[in-house]
RNA sequence: GCCGGGGUGGCGGAAUUGGCAGACGCUACGGACUUAAAAUCCGUUGGAGGUGUCCCCUCCGUGCGGGUUCGAGUCCCGCCCUCGGCACCA
């Protein structure tokens, strides 16, 4: 055996770390096959490690496949760079955020250098650079002037943490997702986007779109949460007002026993005023406040006792003018349907909790009834009849058949729902409705690095524009100080109304980020455009992006946002299309142990000592696996991945790990798996790269047995290595060219004399070219030890012949009972032949069969054949 | 509670959608090479058992319990566990 010397990556990877640029750079305007290929843009928060490769890693891998098919492939890469991480280190730091993110930008950039990833970098936007963001103030005045931008009152989300509002969106379990401190509730004036406005369509397009994962469109469906029912109008005693509340359940309406108001409910203040007894009013005062103050508290946690107070008052229920009392309940919450509902103890379970513990009427009015039921009496008798006849417990939340419903008495729920919801509105004492989950959208932060919302207030004509002439209004280009944002900086508020020209305010607030990430996608078409956001034209051409990946984190806002945007855009005439992202892919986290210490915290896998012990004070550490992560020490860093092994190596490893879509442990043995694979293939290539020169044509008439396998391997490769790509099985991809690496090793070491020269040339050429993508260093290079002179990222992608898929022998499986007894050796042409298959068979397994009774005998073509026997 | 993934060797994971379970890789063990180690190469690696001519055989085995089928990791019914999303949504 020969001594093998490891490949010198680092050689390799020097030569071709710049030569590929110019592949990459597209003309948008040049006609053929398009292809949009997308990363979701990183906010630049520092070194990236192993596991931020993943996603751009997937992306370049792709881009370069997608490109050797012969698609104009753009794959645009820029920066989410306003946000508050850079805020946080510049007061840390004592500097500006834009040095930070700027720093950080750069740093990023050389990374995806080092990996080989390539993206056309003429395109590259930054979101925090004046001519991009002057285009979200851009859309902001067009929302604006549309009614889609509004500033109101509202009940907001404040981080005390961050000192700013976040959207519904933002908050997790009651928590702010970025700083994770608990989120309390402020009556705001704020900016919001009207999001609202297209949830039906958010809804209903979702449909369309079919190369989505299931589980984000389900994530997307729900948020939306839309619910079909009717509005209904209770009268007021003593008032001539009514009480409007929402249900899904207007088949229950006989079952009303009380009506509960959130504590925000507008009429809770009206019946304090007019409460007679001050004792009474205080009582129910108090009530409200606590009431208030527990929803802020406890918002978020899975059950709170239910509690209400009487008001004293009563409702009319228009279906049979009975009487209810009103209660104020903690429970009814004011951002849903009405912010009132009417109780209906025996049907639904929190109204029951609520009734049974005030001692309320409990009123039967839904019965379980079904033809399956009915039929079951039938056929089984007695005790089932029995079982089946007593009522359903309560509370009983089914549909069934109605029961003390006056006229209605006897419908299906389904029937009741719209026989009562038209009763009602024919009287004008009802409506049939639809409520969504989904609240219109928070955008403004009181915070410095973002874009800012170009609206004036003068005291005189109120809420003035920004003319668009005016574009962009600039940060305030003054040393950074802190924490309350453009609200401490005169130089930028203080201005003149555009309207009368006296003294007037900038609005101080900025722009949520997601924001700027709503139409990136847009600009990278046309990133340079002065007199627009983008061009409309190429845009059209290009758009929707064709591949879409990103983490799953993005599921709802950032999906959601940008949805909504594409479809206020189209309505605004900007673009022709409806849904951004045709195909949508979500790539899994990558992980890595952790080792924590109860007094010290998280301790780097370096720092350990003697198994897992702490460094410091020789306790036993817990190991954790977790996603790689800055604050628990577990990242590995690309750099030194790449220092031992090489870019390629880490590249492979990361495809080869394991399923994209799934988080997954990252592991040294792994990596070092992918290294050995690497050399394996160089010295295979090399080892007969020179012997190739007089190769030959090929000619597969000439081929022996051995040369048609290896052929045949070759054409299978290739074509399950393309599916498994366009299906994203990129870990699948990468073994099939393992399997072909061994098939081909073992095929010139078998008989080295004996080798079809041409079919070697030909197979590891193909090789080379299959595996560029994943690793394109070592497959540069090899293309240009095998004799070429042109760049392979220019090479076209192999085909597979159908006609070499079949080999011209098949093994087929004899089966008795089901179980493998033997195999039998066919020729191609007979494989196919039920007849003769089964001939065959009985022939080759007669010894075994003797005195058996053969029952039934079954053939499946090109697989195997099963004999079924008795005795 | 509702919705959606997922449960396969010591580990990450394959399995043409009903047709040879465990591809590919890792780990571990044995061997070759070496003064030695590393690297590399060859072999073994789901479990149990067997008088087994070297291409050996039998049984068991894909979370659990049933079912359909000639045949089930895959389909059906009923559970368990786990991860993620939403959650007092009327």
């Known amino acids: 055996?020969?001594?093998?010397?490891?490949?010198?990556?680092?050689?390799?990877?020097?030569?071709?770390?710049?030569?590929?640029?110019?592949?990459?750079?597209?003309?948008?305007?040049?006609?053929?096959?398009?292809?949009?290929?997308?990363?979701?843009?990183?906010?630049?928060?520092?070194?990236?490690?192993?596991?931020?490769?993943?996603?751009?890693?997937?992306?370049?891998?792709?881009?370069?496949?997608?490109?050797?098919?012969?698609?104009?492939?753009?794959?645009?890469?820029?920066?989410?760079?306003?946000?508050?991480?850079?805020?946080?280190?510049?007061?840390?730091?004592?500097?500006?955020?834009?040095?930070?993110?700027?720093?950080?930008?750069?740093?990023?950039?050389?990374?995806?250098?080092?990996?080989?990833?390539?993206?056309?970098?003429?395109?590259?936007?930054?979101?925090?650079?004046?001519?991009?963001?002057?285009?979200?103030?851009?859309?902001?005045?067009?929302?604006?002037?549309?009614?889609?931008?509004?500033?109101?009152?509202?009940?907001?989300?404040?981080?005390?943490?961050?000192?700013?509002?976040?959207?519904?969106?933002?908050?997790?379990?009651?928590?702010?997702?970025?700083?994770?401190?608990?989120?309390?509730?402020?009556?705001?004036?704020?900016?919001?986007?009207?999001?609202t406005q297209y949830a039906e369509q958010l809804l209903r397009d979702l449909e369309k779109l079919e190369h989505w994962p299931e589980r984000v469109k389900k994530m997307q469906y729900n948020w939306i949460g839309r619910s079909e029912g009717v509005e209904i109008d209770f009268g007021l005693e003593g008032s001539s007002q009514r009480l409007k509340v929402f249900t899904t359940r207007p088949d229950t309406i006989f079952g009303v026993t009380f009506m509960a108001l959130a504590p925000e409910h507008p009429l809770v203040e009206e019946f304090l005023a007019q409460a007679s007894d001050p004792a009474f009013r205080a009582q129910m005062e108090a009530f409200v406040q606590r009431a208030l103050q527990q929803g802020e508290i406890t918002r978020g946690a899975v059950s709170v006792e239910k509690e209400g107070f009487f008001t004293g008052r009563y409702a009319i229920n228009p279906i049979n003018n009975e009487r209810v009392p009103i209660y104020i309940a903690n429970y009814v919450l004011m951002e849903y349907g009405t912010g009132a509902i009417m109780g209906v103890p025996a049907h639904d379970a929190r109204d029951f909790e609520f009734a049974t513990k005030y001692g309320l009427q409990i009123r039967r009015v839904v019965e379980s009834s079904n033809a399956l039921d009915e039929g079951r009496w039938e056929s089984e008798g007695g005790a089932t009849r029995e079982a089946s006849q007593s009522p359903p417990p309560l509370p009983y939340e089914g549909s069934g058949r109605l029961i003390n419903s006056g006229e209605f008495t006897g419908l299906t729920s389904a029937e009741a729902f719209r026989k009562i919801g038209e009763f009602l509105e024919s009287r004008g004492q009802g409506r049939f409705a639809v409520k969504y989950k989904l609240r219109d959208w928070l955008i403004s932060r009181q915070r410095y690095w973002g874009t800012p919302i170009p609206m004036i207030h003068c005291e005189r004509c109120g809420i003035v524009p920004v003319p668009e002439s005016e574009l962009p209004v600039k940060l305030p280009d003054v040393p950074f100080i802190g924490k309350s944002?453009?609200?401490?900086?005169?130089?930028?508020?203080?201005?003149?109304?555009?309207?009368?020209?006296?003294?007037?305010?900038?609005?101080?607030?900025?722009?949520?980020?997601?924001?700027?990430?709503?139409?990136?996608?847009?600009?990278?078409?046309?990133?340079?455009?002065?007199?627009?956001?983008?061009?409309?034209?190429?845009?059209?051409?290009?758009?929707?992006?064709?591949?879409?990946?990103?983490?799953?984190?993005?599921?709802?806002?950032?999906?959601?946002?940008?949805?909504?945007?594409?479809?206020?855009?189209?309505?605004?005439?900007?673009?022709?299309?409806?849904?951004?992202?045709?195909?949508?892919?979500?790539?899994?986290?990558?992980?890595?142990?952790?080792?924590?210490?109860?007094?010290?915290?998280?301790?780097?896998?370096?720092?350990?000592?003697?198994?897992?012990?702490?460094?410091?004070?020789?306790?036993?550490?817990?190991?954790?696996?977790?996603?790689?992560?800055?604050?628990?020490?577990?990242?590995?860093?690309?750099?030194?991945?790449?220092?031992?092994?090489?870019?390629?190596?880490?590249?492979?490893?990361?495809?080869?790990?394991?399923?994209?879509?799934?988080?997954?442990?990252?592991?040294?043995?792994?990596?070092?798996?992918?290294?050995?694979?690497?050399?394996?293939?160089?010295?295979?290539?090399?080892?007969?790269?020179?012997?190739?020169t007089d190769a030959g044509e090929l000619n597969t008439a000439q081929f022996t047995e051995r040369d048609r396998k290896v052929w045949q391997k070759l054409h299978q490769t290739i074509k399950s290595v393309t599916e498994d790509i366009e299906s994203f099985h990129l870990n699948t991809a990468v073994s099939a060219i393992m399997e072909l690496t061994n098939e081909l090793t073992d095929y010139v070491t078998e008989q080295p004399k004996k080798i079809n020269k041409a079919l070697v040339k030909r197979s590891l050429e193909d090789l080379v070219l299959i595996l560029s993508p994943f690793t394109p260093f070592i497959c540069e290079e090899l293309w240009r030890r095998l004799g070429h002179e042109d760049a392979i990222v220019d090479q076209r992608w192999p085909t597979y012949d159908p006609q070499a898929l079949h080999a011209s022998e098949r093994e087929i499986v004899i089966q008795i009972n089901g179980k493998v007894r033997d195999r039998l050796t066919v020729p191609g042409s007979v494989s196919e032949d039920r007849a003769e298959l089964q001939r065959r068979a009985l022939a080759q397994m007669q010894p075994r069969l003797a005195g058996k009774q053969i029952q039934k005998v079954i053939v499946v073509p090109g697989r195997l054949v099963n004999i079924v026997v008795g005795g």
């Open 485 to 692: 944002g453009l609200a401490e900086i005169p130089e930028f508020y203080q201005t003149t109304c555009p309207h009368c020209q006296g003294p007037a305010r900038r609005d101080t607030d900025t722009m949520d980020t997601f924001v700027d990430s709503s139409w990136y996608f847009l600009r990278f078409i046309s990133p340079h455009e002065r007199e627009r956001p983008f061009d409309p034209e190429a845009v059209n051409r290009w758009l929707p992006v064709d591949q879409y990946v990103g983490g799953v984190e993005h599921a709802i806002l950032h999906l959601l946002y940008a949805r909504f945007f594409t479809k206020a855009l189209r309505d605004m005439g900007l673009v022709n299309f409806d849904e951004p992202f045709a195909r949508l892919f979500t790539q899994g986290m990558i992980e890595h142990l952790a080792y924590r210490c109860p007094q010290h915290n998280w301790i780097h896998p370096s720092e350990v000592r003697e198994g897992t012990k702490c460094p410091h004070c020789g306790q036993e550490l817990k190991v954790d696996l977790h996603k790689m992560s800055k604050s628990k020490r577990n990242t590995i860093s690309p750099h030194d991945v790449i220092a031992h092994y090489g870019a390629d190596t880490e590249r492979l490893y990361t495809l080869f790990m394991g399923p994209p879509e799934r988080d997954i442990e990252w592991t040294e043995e792994g990596v070092r798996g992918s290294f050995r694979f690497l050399n394996r293939v160089w010295n295979l290539v090399l080892s007969q790269a020179r012997k190739l």
């Open 1 to 195: 055996m020969p001594r093998i010397a490891q490949y010198n990556f680092k050689k390799i990877e020097k030569r071709w770390k710049d030569f590929w640029d110019r592949f990459f750079k597209v003309d948008t305007h040049t006609p053929g096959k398009k292809f949009y290929y997308l990363n979701m843009f990183p906010y630049p928060s520092g070194v990236l490690h192993v596991g931020h490769g993943r996603n751009y890693i997937i992306g370049d891998a792709f881009a370069r496949y997608k490109k050797m098919q012969g698609f104009t492939v753009l794959n645009p890469m820029g920066f989410d760079a306003f946000g508050l991480p850079a805020e946080n280190a510049a007061i840390e730091n004592k500097t500006h955020p834009r040095d930070w993110t700027i720093a950080n930008i750069e740093g990023m950039k050389r990374q995806f250098r080092e990996w080989g990833i390539v993206y056309d970098w003429d395109r590259e936007i930054r979101t925090c650079e004046p001519d991009y963001y002057k285009w979200n103030q851009w859309f902001f005045l067009q929302f604006y002037k549309r009614g889609l931008a509004y500033r109101a009152a509202a009940v907001a989300n404040w981080c005390p943490g961050c000192q700013t509002v976040l959207a519904n969106e933002q908050v997790i379990d009651g928590r702010c997702e970025r700083c994770d401190s608990p989120v309390e509730k402020r009556k705001l004036t704020q900016w919001f986007f009207k999001i």
